[in-house]
């Protein structure tokens, strides 16, 4: 049973940062990716960022580019997300999630086990 549990997450003014975590367990494939999307109220779940696993490569959506950084710890099987320069726009509930194979989606139907989420509020 994979399960993804995130954390983190808060109330910040805009400038400023936050670093979620996202623990994951039962977790026994071989190949996979590890990914953060976001869905603010009112707006369809977007892709923020994904790693894969194995070789620690990573994609970033363009309006994160620059602000946030994805990474992973192995032997804690946690992947985190650093942000930088927080906006307003970036206010939404952040959602970790797994995808198995070799594949690093960006649309969410590629994505095989989600987490609860955790919110983010930037205030301006």
């Known amino acids: 049973q994979v399960q993804l549990v995130e954390s983190g997450g808060g109330s910040v003014q805009a400038g400023g940062s936050l670093r979620l975590s996202c623990a994951a367990s039962?977790?026994?494939?071989?190949?996979?990716?590890l990914g953060w999307f976001r869905q603010a109220p009112g707006k369809e779940r977007e892709f923020v960022a994904v790693?894969?696993?194995?070789?620690?490569?990573?994609y970033y959506a363009d309006s994160v580019k620059g602000r946030f950084t994805i990474s992973r710890d192995n032997v804690k099987k946690m992947v985190a997300l650093q942000m930088n320069n927080l906006e307003p726009e970036d206010t939404a509930v952040y959602y970790c999630?797994?995808?198995?194979?070799?594949?690093?989606?960006?649309?969410?139907?590629?994505?095989?086990?989600w987490g609860q989420g955790t919110r983010v509020t930037v205030s301006s």
């Open positions: 039962g977790l026994t494939y071989s190949s996979y990716a």
């Open positions: 999630a797994v995808a198995l194979g070799f594949d690093m989606p960006v649309g969410r139907y590629g994505y095989d086990y």
């Open positions: 790693i894969s696993w194995s070789e620690g490569s990573t």
